[in-house]
């Protein structure tokens, strides 16, 4: 890309005011955040429910960005630099993207469906690419946004494209067919995912197969119910198992670790081997099949290049390394456009100052070599990365273009030496194409640990903050709760996460919590909920702000204000409407008002009550008074001390369920984890835990025989038991054994029995085809913690943080 702003100025339709028509630029940016915005970069300033990068402006100006897409240009930077006014910067974008796609003349792919884009896309990448350099959708970048920032990595050294498209509603689909024009269409299949989007699910098929509306020829399984909204004039290609009038026939035979298709296609009868059983996989296969057909490829290419396809990892994963470092695993794939985004995601989690690159030969970037690693070495060092460790025969060549390399011709190699290199206290962004076999790097650097996990999915974070968001008036200040260990799921990563995404304030019940972020580098607002007045002197050393709410509490604060010589420093004064824990009531108002007028060394940061019953509304009465009486209470505080607080009460429910106490700001809690107490809620909020392990061991039992401590379990038929590696040590409540609760093995139910021991509890997996070292799913979106609660009789929160901290988080973006 090397476009003038004076050429695109008509295109977008824009009206230019700024220094220069004349300047290029070379890459497109809607994210203020990233180290790779530069001079040559246009950023669009995209205006969100909650979050306007209008705001961010200025700090780009000064970082040396010129060009900008705008509504409006932000008071006091006209003539500071170029910017292109319009009425809608999403639109823009689409349109910019649009007329860009349209440059290039090659076939392109367009991926829809309900499940499996991004495998399809991932394998097709992978059989076509010996003939062909593709340019694809990095990781799963199919949204409104997703889409354009996509095909804009089109560049003249390409000569194919595959392009996943994602919606969520009605009226979406017509955009992204504007920006991706694809000349093949392949519809993966139609599910559940975002049916709350629709009415129907008519109007979900019909929104979808706009994608296809101008391609030469749409793949698919051959299905009544879709092909009643399909237009006549649009050429399919189908498969199917059970319908011979499909243009491909074929039927499945499972072995043991793969399966064969058997395949009547233009009166040929052949057999393909694909290394998978389940039937996603299968289907998945013959689209990709079908496409290469479709381009006229043999059959026997089609038969070698299938049998090698693998299973695709679509997540970046932070783990945790030797010597204190932290490892982000993204060891399954090396082109340009994820690179770009592995570094952003390094920048967003590093948790040293240090940073670590290990990078493979990179492919199919549709550059020169020389071109392609000179972009390399800049994109390093705009997001400082400290040390490169190059590997491959390609990469090896370019080593001098990096500052403070070395390079290895293969993998082995570099393991070979990997004991003389000192891994301590960095962040190592593992990056590499899948032949390099990365994975054996990461098992070096990964610390060891026992086989139970809790996962956390950081995409499902976001996508929480973002719906509670989408709530809040515009000038609603947000805090969002990540004591008890971030509800157990990890603190210090969802901080860094919040601090991404630019939330207010973070909450901590106690001093050490916030004092841990402050040492990591965590520089948002801390409020600390519970501070214990020993912890006062730390408050103030690690510029943490606490809540006060006693007059016995506020004078010993106030003491050591004045010691330190304190001037406004801010503090959070907690009023009691009801909760009945902590805080001001109304008679200790006046005392309360009476000291402040006379002190100089704190400011009244903010006014705060607790909601008791926000989540019941059988309670509504009272949650109203709480309401009523925290308002009062709070503007006469503010009337008698003659300042301006923010104002907060409401928790996570409460946001949903009374939005009319928003006041100032919100404090989100539980909800940002997937949990809420509204069913309908629940559905729109996507699982960010699960808590997984593995089967150790396989037994058959016979009649008589027991199981773990006190026999609790007496076998009555044979029987097979499962042991898992994870006990009440772990946090698994003892009450959820013997038959109370159960776990999930390959989507199956499996019965825990006999009492939950420290370190392990047994299941009877009888009825399931299972084997020693498959995945256990312990919580997770198919076994909520909300059902485990309710059997228990407790809450989610109590579940949550039981989870102990011997188990390994595994932090993971889709």
């Keep these: 890309m090397n476009l003038s702003i004076k050429n695109i100025i008509p295109i977008l339709n824009a009206n230019f005011q700024g220094i220069d028509q004349d300047v290029y630029f070379d890459n497109v940016s809607i ?105 694809r959708s990095p990781k799963s970048y199919n949204s409104q946004v997703g889409v354009p920032l996509s095909v804009i990595g089109i560049n003249e050294k390409h000569n194919f494209g595959i392009f996943e498209a994602g919606i969520s509603t009605i009226n979406e689909m017509e955009h992204l067919h504007k920006i991706i024009n694809p000349t093949i269409g392949i519809l993966t299949n139609i599910g559940s995912a975002h049916d709350e989007g629709f009415a129907d699910i008519s109007q979900k098929i019909k929104e979808k197969l706009k994608l296809f509306s101008t391609v030469d020829v749409l793949i698919l399984n051959k299905n009544k119910t879709i092909e009643v909204f399909l237009n006549p004039k649009i050429k399919t290609f189908t498969w199917s198992t059970n319908d011979k009038s499909a243009d491909v026939f074929f039927q499945k035979k499972t072995y043991s670790n793969h399966s064969i298709l058997n395949i009547t296609y233009a009166n040929q009868c052949f057999k393909i081997k694909i290394p998978f059983t389940d039937e996603a996989s299968v ?225 901590v019940a106690f001093a050490d919590e916030g ?29 943490l702000e606490p809540e006060i709410y006693s007059i016995r509490q506020l004078k010993a604060f106030l003491k050591i204000a004045e010691s330190k010589q304190l001037n406004q420093y801010p503090i959070h004064i907690k009023i009691d409407t009801g909760m009945h824990r902590l805080g001001f009531e109304n008679d200790a108002i006046a005392e309360l008002i009476a000291i402040l007028e006379k002190d100089t060394t704190v400011q009244v940061k903010s006014i705060l009550s607790h909601l008791a019953a926000s989540d019941d509304l059988t309670h509504d009465v009272f949650t109203k008074k709480q309401i009523s009486d925290f308002e009062k209470i709070a503007s006469k505080m503010e009337s008698k001390l003659n300042i301006k607080t923010i104002k907060h009460i409401s928790n996570t429910s409460g946001i949903s369920n009374y939005p009319e106490a928003q006041f100032d700001m919100v404090r989100l809690g539980i909800g940002l984890y997937g949990i809420s107490n509204d069913e309908k809620e629940t559905i729109l909020l996507e699982n960010v835990g699960s808590l997984k392990s593995i089967i150790s061991q396989i037994k058959t039992l016979n009649k008589g025989d027991s199981v773990g401590y006190g026999r609790r379990f007496m076998v009555e038929n044979q029987t097979k038991i499962a042991t898992i590696p994870i006990g009440y040590a772990d946090g698994i409540f003892r009450s959820w054994g013997n038959k109370v609760g159960h776990v999930l093995i390959n989507n199956q139910k499996a019965a825990i029995v006999g009492s939950i021991c420290m ?56």
């Design 31 to 135: 994210d203020s955040r990233s180290f790779q915005n530069n001079n040559k970069t246009l950023f669009f300033a995209i205006v969100g429910i909650n979050n306007d990068a209008h705001t961010y402006i200025e700090e780009l100006v000064k970082m040396g960005v010129q060009n900008f897409v705008v509504t409006h240009i932000p008071k006091g930077l006209s003539g500071k630099a170029n910017f292109l006014i319009l009425e809608n910067t999403l639109s823009a974008l689409q349109n910019f993207a649009s007329y860009y796609r349209n440059l290039f003349d090659f076939p392109i792919v367009g991926i829809t469906g309900s499940n499996g884009k991004t495998i399809v896309k991932e394998w097709l990448n992978f059989l076509l690419s010996p003939d062909y350099t593709i340019i």
């Design 283 to 507: 289907e998945n296969s013959m689209h990709c099949i079908l496409t290469m057909l479709h381009l006229k490829y043999d059959l026997e290419t089609i038969e070698n290049r299938v049998a090698q396809l693998f299973p695709v990892e679509m997540r970046l994963k932070v783990k945790k390394g030797i010597n204190n470092c932290t490892l982000i695993d993204d060891s399954y794939s090396a082109d340009f456009q994820s690179l770009k985004i592995a570094l952003d995601f390094l920048e967003n989690q590093k948790q040293h100052l240090k940073k670590t690159l290990i990078l493979s030969d990179i492919f199919q970037s549709g550059l020169s070599n020389d071109d392609l690693y000179v972009r390399v070495s800049q994109l390093l060092v705009s997001n400082k990365i400290n040390r490169v460790i190059c590997i491959g025969e390609t990469i090896s060549q370019f080593k001098n273009k990096f500052l403070n390399s070395v390079s290895f011709p293969s993998t082995e190699k570099f393991i070979e030496a990997f004991e003389t290199f000192d891994f301590i206290n960095e962040t190592i962004l593992i990056k590499g194409s899948r032949h390099f076999e990365f994975e054996k790097i990461v098992s070096l650097l990964e610390e060891k640990t026992h086989e139970t996990v809790l996962e956390i999915n950081l995409n499902a974070i976001s996508h929480n903050l973002n719906y509670y968001k989408s709530k809040l008036n515009p000038k609603t200040k947000l805090m969002v709760m990540v004591k008890a260990f971030g509800y157990g799921s990890g603190g210090y990563e969802i901080a860094k996460l919040l601090a991404h995404h630019k939330v207010d304030y973070l909450g």
């Design 515 to 543: 004092i841990e972020l402050r040492k990591q580098g965590i520089e948002l607002p801390i409020m600390v909920l519970n501070p214990e007045m020993t912890s006062f002197q730390s408050i103030i050393q690690y510029n």
């Design 759 to 814: 370190d392990m509890l047994m299941v009877d997996v009888t009825p399931i085809n299972c084997k020693e070292g498959n995945e256990v799913v312990i919580f997770g979106k198919n076994l909520p913690v909300t059902e485990i609660a309710s059997k228990l009789k407790t809450i989610s929160y109590e579940i949550l943080t039981s989870v102990s901290q011997r188990v390994k988080r595994v932090f993971y973006r889709e």
